[in-house]
């Protein structure tokens, strides 16, 4: 049972353009939502995580948009670099946590 | 701190033969977590220990897999017998608590014949 929907399943943007990564999730029970970022061959590491008391979080070029009303979560990486390709994955924690399917970014120089 | 630990890191085997993985958590951290990464099924909760016990172990596919976590800075998950859809990265992670940010191993490549 997927619990948390992300999509697009890839994306491709040029340098210096802003990837957008959208997830939504049914459980209201969730009450932390993190993305995680990974590189082939390497395990998934913490990027950035919100918690549904805010709507925003930004740090450096990364912000988490959080609409709690809509259960929906989204990932903006602004002036993406090639050194961002990789996947990202959104998760929602409620009493486990649950990852969405990954997406794959490419950033083209 | 080295991080999460895991071995082997590749790791192939025959059908039916027994498979360990190792994992190695960050000391001090609390909660352990076992996942299974597919292309098909993506990232998947297999296990989770909290002080060394099992809390949920509702993820773990079968009766063939097993886990183990016999004191804080070890666990071990073992395949038996193996088949060849068990081929998947399994992943060791580390907490410091039972919620909040996991520190992912490097991986286990599993391979079955």
């Known amino acids: 049972q997927q619990q948390v929907k992300q999509s697009p399943q890839s994306l491709i943007v040029q340098k210096g353009g802003i990837s957008i990564i959208n997830c939504a999730y049914e459980n209201t029970a969730f009450d932390y939502f993190p993305w995680y970022q990974q590189f082939p061959g390497k395990g998934p590491a913490l990027l950035i995580a919100?918690?549904?008391?805010?709507s925003e979080k930004k740090e450096g070029r990364f912000t988490i948009s959080f609409n709690k009303s809509a259960k929906q979560f989204s990932l903006h990486i602004m002036d993406s670099q090639p050194g961002d390709s990789a996947t990202y994955f959104c998760a929602a924690e409620g009493n486990k946590l649950v990852f969405g399917a990954g997406t794959i970014l490419r950033v083209k120089s | 701190d080295a991080g999460v630990i895991q071995s082997p890191r590749h790791e192939v085997t025959e059908m039916g033969q027994e498979v360990t993985l190792r994992c190695k958590p960050i000391s001090g951290h609390n909660s352990l977590f076992w996942y299974r990464q597919t292309m098909m099924r993506g990232l998947e909760l297999l296990i989770y220990f909290n002080n060394n016990v099992p809390i949920d172990d509702s993820g773990m596919p079968e009766d063939r897999f097993s886990a183990k976590m016999p004191n804080a800075s070890f666990s071990t998950l073992k395949i038996q017998p193996s088949e060849p859809r068990d081929s998947a990265v399994y992943f060791c992670?580390?907490?410091?608590?039972?919620?909040?940010?996991?520190?992912f191993g490097p991986g286990t490549r599993l391979t079955v014949t």
């Open positions: 919100i918690r549904p008391d805010v």
């Open positions: 992670a580390s907490s410091p608590g039972s919620e909040g940010e996991q520190y």
